[in-house]
């Protein structure tokens, strides 16, 4: 996620701040919009990853009965 962040963050330098026609030499994609889209897709697409995850393993604790000192009653 940090990667594609930092990849947003440069297709906005790029956008504001440069010449547009470097996209191409940076990030392979003919325009900084593609650029700016792809990268926040794929940063959604890893929030969503990690909420999944993280919504899986609250459920996993949750049916994993406890194992403690009275266990073996």
Do not use: C, N
Not at 7 to 26: C, E, H, N, T
Not at 39 to 44: A, I, R, S
Not at 47 to 68: D, F, I, N
């Amino acid at each position: 996620m940090v990667a594609e962040a930092l990849r947003v963050a440069m297709g906005f330098a790029i956008a504001f701040l440069s010449d547009q026609s470097k996209s191409p030499r940076y990030f392979g994609t003919r325009s900084t919009g593609k650029t700016i889209d792809d990268g926040l897709v794929w940063l959604m697409i890893g929030a969503a990853l990690g909420k999944r995850q993280r919504s899986a393993a609250r459920w996993r604790r949750k049916r994993t009965p406890s194992v403690g000192l009275d266990a073996h009653l």
